[in-house]
């Protein structure tokens, strides 16, 4: 099983990112996804989640109604869109999923500071 993300990076209050994270080695359209991040000095905190279907997600209500999670299961992706970021958006964001056990992406750095 592999999740590599992508998409981080810098930008400015109020700015937009998307991740993507790209999932292989598992039958990706069966199983829910979600997002975590981990701040310098936090704990890892979930910030989004959706079943496999994509009939369903819910988020940390420090960013609900800012980001959106999708996913494309004929292209074996989830997506994270992020709007109206702010400076204490920053974190390391990973991608996490559960099948017979627990996997992580690497992380992608998201910084938001002008």
């Known amino acids: 099983v592999q999740l590599v993300e992508s998409g981080g990076g810098l930008v400015q209050p109020g700015g937009s990112l998307r991740l993507s994270c790209a999932a292989s080695?598992?039958?990706?359209?069966?199983?829910?996804m979600s997002w975590y991040r981990q701040a310098p000095g936090k704990e890892r905190e979930l910030v989004a989640h959706?079943?496999?279907?994509?009939?369903?997600?819910n988020y940390a209500e420090s960013v609900k109604g800012r980001f959106t999670i999708s996913r494309d299961n004929a292209k074996n992706t989830v997506y994270l869109q992020m709007n109206s970021l702010k400076p204490e958006d920053t974190a390391v964001y990973y991608c996490?999923?559960?099948?017979?056990?627990?996997?992580w992406g690497q992380g992608t750095q998201v910084t938001v500071s002008s």
């Open positions: 996490y999923t559960i099948t017979l056990r627990v996997y």
């Open positions: 959706i079943t496999s279907t994509g009939g369903s997600t």
């Open positions: 080695g598992f039958p990706f359209s069966r199983y829910a």
